[in-house]
């Protein structure tokens, strides 16, 4: 047996990749269309690796995807390939519709013919698996009970709207057509092979760099933090315990201000690698122009999993930052190359 995984050459999606064949997993099919957020150097450690066929493709096209499904006949699909980035959707929307809905379509309709076309017993095994995000809920008050599974989709972004659009796909494809799927909604990720231009990986570039360390707006809201490998052990327990058509929300129980995520993540790097003025990070912090429409407060309520899928975060807040800032402090030649070129005109437009 096999699993296809999709976007398995961006963050999540190659830490995903990563562990499930550390851990002695099936063999995977990744499919990958390689945008600017897709990087072969987070797999290098798999080269020559038989268990892993990498192709370069878009999830979008119907015909190499069902070639996919035919050639290859996973047992599962874990669907992780997104335009993911909240800035560049408010710059270009296009893509995120493209990628993010009629993609998410495209692949969905593909299963259902492969999966109409099982015997009952691998009926019985195949799973749809979306990854989504928390986005698509909206944004809390100070005092709000966090996300459950239940509350009513709000999306306030061009990003969130087109991942909330394939949540109801993913969903819709369950009620009318009994494709075995289970949706995944999870809070804010760091750590290793992260693009930096996401706030953490950014703040720790531009603090080695000696620049500019952005805040949007007062800097206060609220984010739920979670290390990128419990976000995979998350998604390999829903994977083999999640109960079909169900959503499972994944958190970190690690709320904190950008404010304040900023600040620790330059205490860290002021001990692993101090400044040479003996000044700390910190100074380098400037409050910029607010994201438009930014969402305050996001916080996620993991009981569901927790309690059906026996799930829970491995690392704690503490942990997980100082684990990320030595990761990115050892492999500055991974962050080195991903930031040359288009990049720069991304910082540029974003930061101008
Ligand atoms: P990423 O932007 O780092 O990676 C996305 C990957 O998908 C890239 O490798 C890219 O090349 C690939 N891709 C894009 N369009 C494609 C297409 N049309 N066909 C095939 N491949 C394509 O994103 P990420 O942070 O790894 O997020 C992965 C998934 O997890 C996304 O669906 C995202 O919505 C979701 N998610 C992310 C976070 C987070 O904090 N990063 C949190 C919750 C959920
Ligand atoms: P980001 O990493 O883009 O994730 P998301 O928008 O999906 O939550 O941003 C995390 C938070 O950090 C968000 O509230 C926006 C804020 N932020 C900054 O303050 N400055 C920055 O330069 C970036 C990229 C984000």
């Given at each position: 047996m096999t699993i296809l995984v999709t976007g398995g050459a961006g963050f999540i999606g190659a830490n995903f990749v990563l562990d499930w064949l550390k851990a002695g997993g099936e063999p995977v099919v990744n499919l990958d269309k390689?945008?600017?957020?897709?990087?072969m150097e987070n797999l290098?450690?798999?080269?020559?690796?038989?268990?892993h066929t990498f192709v370069q493709g878009d999830i979008g096209d119907a015909g190499l995807v069902e070639k996919l499904f035919a050639e290859h006949a996973p047992r599962a699909v874990i669907n992780f390939a997104a335009e993911s980035h909240v800035d560049r959707s408010i710059h270009a929307p296009e893509d995120f519709i493209q990628t993010n809905v009629v993609g998410t379509f495209r692949l969905l309709q593909a299963a259902r013919g492969y999966f109409d076309a099982l015997g009952d017993a691998d009926k019985q095994k195949f799973r749809f698996l979306h990854v989504s995000t928390d986005e698509v809920y909206g944004s809390l008050e100070p005092t709000d009970p966090a996300f459950s599974e239940t509350k009513r989709y709000e999306p306030n972004s061009p990003y969130s709207a087109s991942k909330a659009a394939s949540d109801h796909l993913v969903r819709a494809y369950h009620h009318t057509?009994?494709?075995p799927v289970l949706t995944t909604n999870c809070s804010n990720n760091y750590g290793p092979?992260?693009?930096?231009?996401?706030l953490i990986p950014l703040v720790i570039h531009n603090a080695l760099a000696g620049k500019d360390l952005p805040i949007y707006g007062d800097g206060q809201q609220i984010r739920d933090w979670l290390y990128v490998g419990d976000h995979c052990s998350a998604i390999r327990a829903v994977l083999e315990r999640g109960r079909l058509g169900e959503v499972y929300n994944i958190g970190g129980n690690n709320e904190r201000a950008n404010l304040d995520t900023v600040k620790t993540l330059c205490a860290i790097l002021d001990r692993l690698r101090p400044r040479k003025d003996g000044k700390?990070?910190?100074?380098q912090m400037v409050f910029v122009k607010d994201r438009p429409g930014h969402d305050r407060r996001y916080a996620i309520d993991a009981r569901k999993i927790a309690a059906e899928c026996g799930w829970r975060p491995a690392e704690t807040p503490d942990s997980g930052f100082e684990k990320t800032v030595a990761w990115y402090l050892n492999n500055e030649a991974w962050t080195k190359h991903v930031t040359s070129g288009d990049y720069r005109n991304w910082v540029a437009k974003q930061y101008a």
């Open positions: 390689l945008t600017y957020a897709g990087n290098a450690s798999l080269k020559g690796n038989n268990a057509y009994k494709l092979y992260q693009f930096p231009e996401k700390s990070y910190a100074a």
